[in-house]
Each structure stands twice: as C-alpha cells, then as structure tokens.
C-alpha cells in the first residue's frame, strides 16, 4: 500500500491551499482520497504505482508541496477518514515527508524495503528536477501533450507553430518524463512486494 503525505511549503507566508488541492484532486482511483491531517497537510491511501506516479508530478507542477511516500501494510480495515488510518505506510510517509522538506525533488520515498524504496526515490527525484526546472510554456505544451494531443493540434491551441511545439516539448524533457514515470511506476511497485 502507498501512503501520501503533502506539506504545503511555506504555508506561514502563504495562503491555505488545502482546500483547493482537496477539491482539485478528487481521484477515484485512490484506496482513500486526499484529506487533511493537520494544518496544512493532507494524505491519502492508494494501492497502484501509476496512481501515485500520476499524483507527485501534479503535486510537483504545483510548487508548493514536500511530497512523502510510505511503502508497506496499513491496518485494515482502513477507517472512511485518511487520516485515522495507521500501520507501517502511514508513519513511512511522516518520515518521508519531513525528508522531502530538505530534499531538492522536494519528494522522498520510505518503505519496508529501505533499499527498493531507495531506488524509486532516486527515479522520483529525478522526475521531479526535470518538473519543477520546466518553464511556464514548457508545462503549458506538456499538459496539452498529456491529454494525448497531436504536436499540430497544440500548435493550433496556443497559436505557435509546430516546429515551436515540437522545441517547448524537448526543452521540457516530454520525452525524459515519459520515460522516468514508467521507470518510477516500476520502482514503486517493486518496492511494494
């Protein structure tokens, strides 16, 4: 099982954005959804690498979260609330969250397997320095790619040409992205066995 921690980063100086990442994340495919634990953090459960995978990029794209992974069992049945779960994943992820606040992915992994979770936090990281590196047009050209539209159809959506989408995407690691989600949704899973 895979227990998500989100910080908000400097929440002192900054508006709650608790509220606007519960309502924004609202995904069926998680065990149980984002909830506030305490102040300005939230968790959720999930039990698919993709899920988790899908959840840090668009965390990462927000810019404002330290985001822990905890790998491991859960008590069962796990409660209606995220946060009156416990086990093992959900104090990994309390660990991995406090890293994460000093990490330069801002995302750390914890798990049962110190050295699988240390491989897909090595993947996530690497993730995450290409995310949070990209310009404002660069995650502009990915967002519209990731819905599976052609080079020529976001060309058209932001009146450039296509030999400009075709430079937004390179410049943004489209590529190298694709790439690491399916290499980090592998190291999740692996360290989830």
Known sequence: MFVLTADQRGSRRDIDRVSGLLTDLRDPR????????????????ADDPGVVVDLVLELLRRERWSIGIGIGPVETPLPKQ??????????????????????IGQVAVEGDD?????????????????VLRRSPQ???AVALARTGSTQARIADE?????????????AAGWQAEIAGCA???RLLERADR
Do not use: N, W
């Open 183 to 185: 290499l980090a949704h």
């Open 30 to 45: 998680l065990v149980r959804p984002f909830d506030r634990t305490a102040g300005d953090e939230v968790q959720a459960v």
């Open 82 to 103: 995220t946060r009156a779960g416990r086990g093992p994943a959900f104090e990994l992820a309390r660990r991995a969250v406090e890293r994460a606040k000093s990490s």
């Open 138 to 140: 660069g995650h502009e």
């Open 114 to 130: 110190a050295e699988a979770a240390a491989d897909a936090d090595a993947a996530l990281t690497l993730l995450a320095t290409l």
């Open 158 to 170: 932001l009146g450039i040409s296509k030999q400009a989408v075709s430079q937004r995407l390179a």
